[in-house]
Nanobody, 124 residues
Framework: QVQFVESGGGVVQPGESLRLSCAAS????????IGWFRQAPGKGPDGVAC????????HYADSVKGRFTISRDRPTNTVYLQMNSLKPEDTAVYYC?????????????????WGQGTQVTVSS
C-alpha cells in the first residue's frame, strides 16, 4: 500500500526557511517520480516541485524557482523540499504524491496516493 507522511511544516515569518519531509513506503521508491503540491484555503491544488526517478531532474513551478529545492534520499525513501525566502503567498497545506511513473507530469490529476499534508503558514 502506497503511503506518504509529510512533516516539517510550521509558522514562520516572511524571509525565513523551512524544510519539509515526505516519507514514502509501500512501493518501489527508486522507480517513481515524487511531487510536492500545495493547497491554499478555497483553492485547488497547485504543483510546487517534482523530482523524476529516471534522471533525478527537478522541476519547479515558476512561483518557487530559485527559492525552493527538491531532493530525494534513496536509502531512507524520503523526499525533501527546502523552502527559502518564504512569502505569505506560500501559505498552504503541502502534500506529496507520486504519478507512478518515472517522469513528472504537470497536472496534479496525474498524481495518486496523497499524504495527509503539513501546514505551512508564513505571516509577520
Amino acid at each position: 500500500q502506497v503511503q506518504f507522511v509529510e512533516s516539517g511544516g510550521g509558522v514562520v515569518q516572511p524571509g525565513e526557511s523551512l524544510r519539509l519531509s515526505c516519507a514514502a513506503s509501500g512501493f518501489s521508491f527508486d522507480y517513481y517520480a515524487i511531487g510536492w503540491f500545495r493547497q491554499a484555503p478555497g483553492k485547488g491544488p497547485d504543483g510546487v516541485a517534482c523530482i523524476s526517478s529516471s534522471d533525478g531532474s527537478p522541476h519547479y513551478a515558476d512561483s518557487v524557482k530559485g527559492r525552493f529545492t527538491i531532493s530525494r534520499d534513496r536509502p531512507t525513501n524520503t523526499v525533501y523540499l527546502q523552502m527559502n525566502s518564504l512569502k505569505p503567498e506560500d501559505t498552504a497545506v503541502y502534500y506529496c504524491a507520486t504519478p507512478e511513473t518515472a517522469t513528472c507530469p504537470e497536472s496534479p490529476l496525474a498524481y495518486n496516493d496523497w499524504g495527509q499534508g503539513t501546514q505551512v503558514t508564513v505571516s509577520s
